[in-house]
């Protein structure tokens, strides 16, 4: 059963980075696109970044230029480099995939993902 979990959110000031991982248990990352996701309070989860299988990465248009989505296979791990962060971008950040599809397709929606990490808050604040 693929398992994923977040971690490396915190406190940041505006302007400032972080670097948020995702790890993959019970299988191997070999075989799964993965998404970040952001939920910001009272509002609904949306979509960030996401990396294929091939290593295509695609960005909402909200963060291209300030975040990078990298995989390291051989950790089983997906990282999400954020930059220049700005207070908007407070929220529980998400790592998601879909252990039904084998065809290890991206996407940032998340109703078409099933299988969720618990999240990381990241707060950016002076």
């Known amino acids: 059963q693929v398992q994923l979990v977040e971690s490396g959110g915190g406190l940041v000031q505006p302007g400032g980075s972080l670097r948020l991982s995702c790890a993959l248990s019970?299988?191997?990352?070999?075989?799964?696109?993965i998404g970040w996701f952001h939920q910001a309070p009272g509002k609904e989860r949306e979509g960030v970044s996401c990396i294929s299988i091939n290593g295509d990465t695609y960005y909402t248009a909200s963060v291209k230029g300030r975040f990078t989505i990298s995989a390291n296979n051989a950790k089983n791990t997906v990282y999400l480099q954020m930059n220049s962060l700005k207070p908007e971008d407070t929220g529980i950040y998400y790592c998601?995939?879909?252990?039904?599809?084998?065809?290890?397709?991206?996407?940032?929606?998340?109703?078409?993902?099933?299988?969720w990490g618990q999240g990381t808050q990241v707060t950016v604040s002076s």
């Open positions: 998601a995939t879909d252990d039904r599809d084998l065809t290890g397709t991206c996407t940032l929606q998340p109703g078409l993902l099933n299988v």
């Open positions: 019970g299988s191997t990352l070999d075989y799964y696109s």
